[in-house]
């Protein structure tokens, strides 16, 4: 059966590999930064040919398209590899080397108060506010929030999100309990001792430029 998914993570400026537990066979990437798209494209038939390897970028506000040899962007990575501590940093959270799919839960607050009440302060901004203060280091810009089982997108939060429209959603969301919230990226580093899954070497700079918001999507075919 044919796999799809789907998530972000924060770009590193280097060789950075997606553990996604399978080998893709198709894989569509976006830098989420600036005004022009950059886009990666890779598919297990492309590996097949000389001059697309690794796959084709698409940059510049006239979307110019470039072949992407090997070395020099997507590439199958097989895992199973138990990190040293050469290879993987102590940091969990934000750029790392190995990226690894974090589903922790985020409502536990940067104050020790659960984060569980949503508050709309403006309907036409699209504004409001959380019950405590959050962590910022792993919710802002990219979180995803459930409020009253329907699902939302974090656009950005001020200071802490906990006074009045600090916190900006991608719709009017009224108020509520907050059922569920994530960090700003859906793929977290890797530290030693972890042992990687199978997954994807990213090796383009263009598209994982250090410190920004990168998007992605994958899957495997039913034929292949």
């Known amino acids: 059966?044919?796999?799809?998914?789907?998530?972000t993570w924060n770009g590193t400026g280097a060789d950075c590999y997606l553990c996604l537990g399978f080998v893709p066979h198709?894989?569509?990437?976006?830098?989420?930064?600036g005004t022009q798209r950059i886009m990666v494209e890779?598919?297990?038939n492309m590996a097949?040919?000389?001059?697309?390897?690794?796959?084709?970028?698409?940059?510049?506000?006239?979307?110019?398209?470039?072949a992407l040899a090997r070395t020099a962007g997507i590439e199958i990575y097989e895992g199973g590899v138990e990190l040293t501590s050469t290879q993987a940093g102590t940091t969990t959270y934000g750029e790392g080397v190995y990226l690894k799919k974090d589903d922790t839960d985020r409502r536990a607050s940067g104050s020790g108060v659960a984060i569980n009440k949503w508050t709309l302060g403006s309907s036409t901004n699209y504004t409001g506010n959380w019950n405590a203060v959050c962590s910022t280091t792993y919710v802002?810009?990219?979180?995803?929030?459930v409020i009253d089982g329907k699902l939302y997108t974090v656009q950005a939060v001020s200071s802490n999100g906990e006074a009045a429209n600090e916190v900006t959603l991608n719709a009017p969301a009224a108020s509520g309990i907050i059922g569920a919230l994530t960090g700003m990226y859906d793929y977290a580093p890797m530290v030693e001792g972890d042992v990687t899954l199978e997954g994807l070497k990213i090796d383009n700079a263009t598209l994982n430029v250090n410190g920004q918001y990168c998007l992605f999507e994958a899957g495997t075919y039913d034929n292949f």
């Open 48 to 66: 097949r040919t000389g001059e697309i390897a690794a796959g084709i970028i698409l940059t510049a506000a006239d979307q110019t398209a470039a």
């Open 140 to 145: 802002g810009e990219g979180s995803t929030i």
């Open 26 to 33: 198709w894989f569509r990437a976006w830098n989420a930064e």
């Open 1 to 7: 059966m044919a796999k799809k998914i789907a998530g």
């Open 42 to 44: 890779w598919n297990i």
